[in-house]
């Protein structure tokens, strides 16, 4: 069968729920220069964490300046070994972006549970769902979020060599930005941290993630309000 029939008919079966369900699974989601990457990687230090490494069939490129790996950045397989993967069922999720397909499979999140370590990751805001509703008590989404809307600006300005290219790409990065704010809010399910200071974002994040702070409280409140403002923000900088 062709892999775009078995992508669009895709579902777990009974394995990869067991699998996801008996695994501690968090996902790092934020938009553009929150520090979710930086966050990710701090936590990584610590041998509890397995760093979830998806598949994709696109190939290896350059990213600042270095080639991609493969079992390093991603799995890379070709189309026919995704469609065996996924005829196998052995694959969470599926998805389909720019004609390359990306997935994570069974077998991540099946070592790290033999690891006795929680599987982390950062993720697009729409790759969570297929994982929340398969094991909501055992996945666990921080959604990482800036400061103020200042700070997120000179954030997002320093990566550009020019205010001319930063120029070019606002609108689009706006729109993303405006999109997943808005998703997150709307939702119950995500913890909400404020990177104003690394080291206490990453405690804090290490604490949710060890289910040390699961129950949500103030902090949450307090920063999911940020999260509003910040939304508010960025929708008056037309």
Known sequence: MKIEKLAEDYKIDHIGINTVRESKTVFLVGITSAGKDTILNKLLDSSDYHLIISHTTRQPRVNNGVMEK??????FVSRDQMAVLLADHKMIEVNCYGGN?????VGELAEASLNNQIAISDIEVNGIS????IAPNNVTAIFIVPP?????????KNRYDSIELFDKDWKDRREIAINELEHVLSVPHYHFVINNDLDRAVRIADKIARHENDVFGRGDDEARLRARDLL????QDI
Not at 148 to 156: A, H, L, S, V
Not at 232 to 235: E, F, L, T
């Open 130 to 133: 297929s994982f929340y509703d």
């Open 101 to 105: 397909y990306y997935g994570v499979s």
């Open 148 to 156: 103020d809307y200042e700070t997120w600006q000179k954030r997002i």
């Open 232 to 235: 508010d923000a960025i929708k």
């Open 70 to 75: 493969d079992g390093q950045d991603y799995h």
